[in-house]
C-alpha cells in the first residue's frame, strides 16, 4: 500500500473518508489510485457509502451506476437486517478494496462478471446456520472458487469466530484478505488454463492441475502434509492439491508485493518493489518478516509471518510471476 497525504498535508489512510486533521471529506479514486477530496461535482461516493456507510472508493457523478468500480463486482452481499452483517461487509468490502489496489498496481485484468459474463470476477457474501442459525438452520457455506465466482463466509468477518476456525483447523494464518488473496489465485488461473505456455509452467513446478481434486483433498485431510512440507511448499493446504499449491503460492506473492510497497512507502527499506527481482524481494522480505515478527512478539502478539520460504517455493513464486507478466501482456494488448 502507498502513502496518501490531504492537501492540509496530514496523511490519510486507505479506509479514510475524512482527514482527520481538517475534515475534509476524502475518498478513494480508483482512476488515479490516490486518496482526493470529494467535490462532489464531478466525484462522488459510492452509493454503498450514501446507503450503509460502507465502502470509501468514488465513483464519477454522470456515472449512471450507483456504485463505485469495486462494488460493482458483488453478486450478493450479506442480509444487512441480520445482526452483525453490517460490521462484517464493512469488513470484507475494506479487505477485498485492498486486494483490488493491489492486482491493479499489478496491472492484471480486472473486469466484472457483468461486464464480461465469460472471464469475469463476481463474489457472493453469504451466510450460514453457523453465523444465522435462526435463518439458516442446516446450512453449509464453504469459501472458494467456482466459475467466476468468489465464495465468502461472512462468518469470516467476526474476528473471534475466524480465530477459533484458524486453532481448529491448526493454520498459522487466516485473515479476510488472505481469503481473498487466495481465492484471485484461483481466478486468474481460470483466465490462463487454457493457455498452452502458462500450463507448462504450471506443471514444471506445481504438477498436474487435473489431478483428481476429491481424491487428493481427502487425502490432504486424513493424512495431513508429508514431513518434509517446508522445502517445497509454502504452507501444509498448499500440499493438498496443485491448484491449492498454486494459489496458495500466488496469495503470499500478492502479501509479499503489498508488504514491500508498504514499507517503502513508510521508509523502513529503499528500493521500489516493483523494480526488484524475485530473488531479491524474497531476501527483502525475508529480512524485513523477521523484524516484524521480533516485534509483534515483544508487544504479545503472534508471528506477522509465520512462514519460511525455501528454493522450492522461490521456484513458484517465479512461475506465478512469469504467468503474471502474460497475463499483463494479454490486458495491455
Known amino acids: 500500500m502507498k502513502r496518501f497525504h490531504c492537501r492540509c498535508g496530514a496523511q490519510l489512510f486507505f479506509e479514510n473518508h475524512r482527514c482527520l486533521k481538517c475534515g475534509l471529506d476524502?475518498?478513494?479514486?480508483?482512476q488515479l489510485m490516490i486518496m482526493v477530496p470529494v467535490d462532489g461535482e464531478t466525484s462522488?461516493?459510492?452509493?454503498?457509502?450514501?446507503?450503509?456507510?460502507?465502502?470509501?472508493?468514488?465513483?464519477?457523478?454522470?456515472?449512471?451506476?450507483?456504485?463505485?468500480?469495486?462494488?460493482?463486482f458483488n453478486r450478493t452481499i450479506p442480509d444487512l437486517t441480520l445482526s452483525d452483517n453490517l460490521k462484517r461487509w464493512a469488513s470484507i468490502e475494506q479487505a477485498k478494496k485492498r486486494l483490488f489496489f493491489t492486482l491493479m498496481e499489478l496491472?492484471?485484468?480486472?473486469?466484472?462478471?457483468?461486464?464480461?459474463?465469460?472471464?469475469?470476477?463476481?463474489?457472493?457474501?453469504?451466510?450460514?446456520?453457523?453465523?444465522?442459525?435462526?435463518?439458516y438452520s442446516g446450512s453449509f457455506v464453504t469459501s472458494g472458487f467456482c466459475d467466476g465466482v468468489v465464495t465468502l463466509n461472512v462468518l469470516e468477518a467476526d474476528d473471534a469466530a475466524r480465530a477459533a476456525m484458524q486453532s481448529e483447523m491448526l493454520?498459522?494464518?487466516?485473515?479476510?484478505?488472505?481469503?481473498?488473496?487466495?481465492?484471485?489465485?484461483?481466478?486468474?488461473?481460470?483466465?490462463?488454463?487454457?493457455?498452452v505456455e502458462s500450463k507448462t509452467i504450471f506443471k514444471g513446478v506445481f504438477g498436474d492441475p487435473k489431478a483428481d481434486y476429491a481424491t487428493a483433498l481427502r487425502r490432504y485431510y486424513h493424512e495431513?502434509?508429508?514431513?518434509?512440507?517446508?522445502?517445497?511448499?509454502?504452507?501444509?493446504?498448499?500440499?493438498?492439491?496443485?491448484?491449492?499449491?498454486?494459489?496458495?503460492?500466488?496469495?503470499?506473492?500478492?502479501?509479499?508485493?503489498d508488504?514491500?510497497?508498504?514499507?517503502?512507502?513508510?521508509?523502513?527499506?529503499?528500493?521500489?518493489?516493483?523494480?526488484?527481482?524475485?530473488?531479491?524481494?524474497?531476501?527483502?522480505?525475508?529480512?524485513l518478516s523477521i523484524v516484524l515478527n521480533e516485534m509483534n512478539r515483544s508487544v504479545g502478539g503472534s508471528d506477522?509471518?509465520?512462514?519460511?520460504?525455501?528454493?522450492?517455493?522461490?521456484?513458484?513464486?517465479?512461475?506465478?510471476?512469469?504467468?503474471?507478466l502474460r497475463l499483463q501482456a494479454e490486458w495491455i494488448s
Not at 476524502?26 to 480508483?30: A, L, R, T
Request: proline share 5%; hydrophobic share 35%; net charge negative.
Open 107 to 135: 496491472r492484471l485484468p480486472l473486469e466484472s462478471g457483468w461486464q464480461s459474463p465469460s472471464k469475469g470476477l463476481l463474489f457472493d457474501f453469504l451466510d450460514d446456520e453457523r453465523s444465522q442459525p435462526g435463518h
Open 171 to 195: 493454520e498459522p494464518y487466516r485473515t479476510l484478505i488472505g481469503h481473498f488473496r487466495h481465492e484471485s489465485g484461483h481466478y486468474y488461473w481460470s483466465l490462463v488454463s487454457d493457455d
Open 304 to 324: 506477522a509471518y509465520p512462514f519460511s520460504i525455501g528454493e522450492g517455493v522461490t521456484q513458484k513464486f517465479e512461475a506465478v510471476e512469469e504467468v503474471i
Open 26 to 30: 476524502v475518498g478513494f479514486d480508483p
Open 259 to 287: 508488504a514491500l510497497q508498504t514499507a517503502r512507502a513508510q521508509g523502513l527499506i529503499t528500493d521500489a518493489v516493483e523494480e526488484m527481482t524475485i530473488a531479491e524481494r524474497i531476501v527483502c522480505w525475508q529480512d
Open 224 to 257: 495431513g502434509p508429508n514431513f518434509d512440507w517446508h522445502s517445497s511448499f509454502i504452507s501444509t493446504y498448499a500440499t493438498s492439491h496443485p491448484l491449492e499449491d498454486w494459489a496458495e503460492t500466488w496469495s503470499h506473492y500478492l502479501y509479499i508485493f
Open 44 to 72: 462522488v461516493y459510492c452509493g454503498n457509502w450514501s446507503d450503509h456507510g460502507v465502502c470509501n472508493w468514488l465513483r464519477p457523478r454522470d456515472n449512471s451506476n450507483h456504485l463505485c468500480a469495486g462494488c460493482q
